[in-house]
């Protein structure tokens, strides 16, 4: 996988200047040598340069991507009252003797706009940097899942004679799961006839027991507390879907649980409760393993247990046989390889 480089500029053609020119010959030069050069730099139709060179558009190479953004700057009053329709050059060398207007525009400039009064670009410049970096998370090199292990417990089966919800590992009330409980609630109500079951594998904190008995689920609850690795993936395998859910924190949009390579081994439907915004839920999403919904969505996801129900019914096997084989890539074989490449 080639290197990538983001180049993050104001100056870049037709802005002419040596600015422009270094950093266009850098792109160029880098580009040829098999990096991947992004440019992000301002709009020409809302900068303000001090000097124009068309010239120097013909030659960006082809091999470089540029993203233009918009600006808000006040070159436009200078330009307007002060500057005859011309932005300052560096320094206002352009200006000549400067009038009264002038010393005041160099005023301003130098007590209020430090270090220029072109920094009114950076939060136009970060946004596209940001977005830009977030649609490029799949060059990251995850946790992955152990193959051999999923070699091992293939043969298990999914249950038949209930419909088993599984979650590994810990959970504790910063969780906020509540909208599963109120789903799951709903569903055993539509469905007194069959036998569901929710399963922690792990640490299942005492204040969500509390709320599990208060929707009336502690009749279907089972707790396994602490369990070896390879029993926990085999408590998956045996189940019917499995459950994953991020802790609500201020950095949840890029928390990514290690247990969700290992749901995407299992092939079994995942219901990811979480903000719909998050990695998490683009992975889920990508892989076609199952369904996102934040803890507004409990009519949503009530829903979604109801086709799962009927489906179960007609064949208690829930292997997704037509998930997306990107969940094939987050094998820990897979991610090594990818970081060889990427550390060449």
């Known amino acids: 996988m080639p290197n990538e480089v983001i180049i993050i500029t104001y100056y870049w053609p037709p802005s002419g200047g040596s600015a422009v020119q270094r950093w266009l010959d850098f792109a160029n030069l880098l580009a040829e040598r098999g990096y991947v050069i992004t440019v992000v730099t301002v709009d020409e139709a809302h900068a303000n340069y001090p000097s124009i060179d068309e010239t120097l558009v013909n030659k960006v190479s082809p091999k470089v991507e540029v993203i233009k953004t918009k600006t808000s700057e006040v070159f436009w009053i200078y330009k307007k009252f002060v500057g005859k329709g011309k932005a300052p050059a560096a320094g206002f060398a352009n200006e000549g003797k400067p009038g009264f207007l002038q010393l005041v525009s160099r005023f301003v400039r130098g007590n209020f706009f430090l270090p220029d009064p072109r920094k009114s670009w950076n939060k136009y410049a970060i946004e596209a940097v940001k977005k830009l970096l977030s649609n490029k998370r799949d060059v990251t090199i995850s946790m992955g899942y152990d193959a051999a292990l999923f070699e091992d417990v293939k043969d298990i089966q999914s249950p038949r004679d209930e419909f088993i919800l599984t979650y590994t590992g810990t959970i504790d009330d910063s969780y906020h799961p509540e909208v599963l409980f109120k789903a799951l609630r709903n569903l055993t109500l539509q469905n007194s006839n069959i036998k569901y079951k929710l399963r922690f594998v792990g640490i299942l904190a005492e204040g969500l027991k509390r709320q599990i008995a ?126 060889i490449k990427l550390i060449g």
């Open 214 to 339: 208060y929707y009336g689920l502690d009749k279907i609850l089972e707790v396994t507390g602490y369990v070896s690795h390879k029993k926990s993936v085999e408590y998956l395998m045996n189940s019917t879907a499995v459950i994953l859910v991020s802790p609500q924190v201020r950095t949840e949009e890029i928390i990514i649980p290690g247990k969700l390579y290992e749901y995407l081994a299992t092939r079994k439907p995942i219901i990811n409760i979480g903000s719909l915004k998050c990695d998490t839920a683009r992975i889920v999403s990508l892989c076609e393993a199952g369904k996102n919904f934040d803890r507004t969505m409990e009519t949503e996801l009530t829903s979604w247990l109801q086709q799962l129900t009927e489906a179960w019914l007609q064949n208690p096997d829930t292997t997704l046989t037509n998930s997306n084989t990107t969940s094939k890539n987050y094998s820990r074989n897979q991610e090594v390889g990818q970081l």
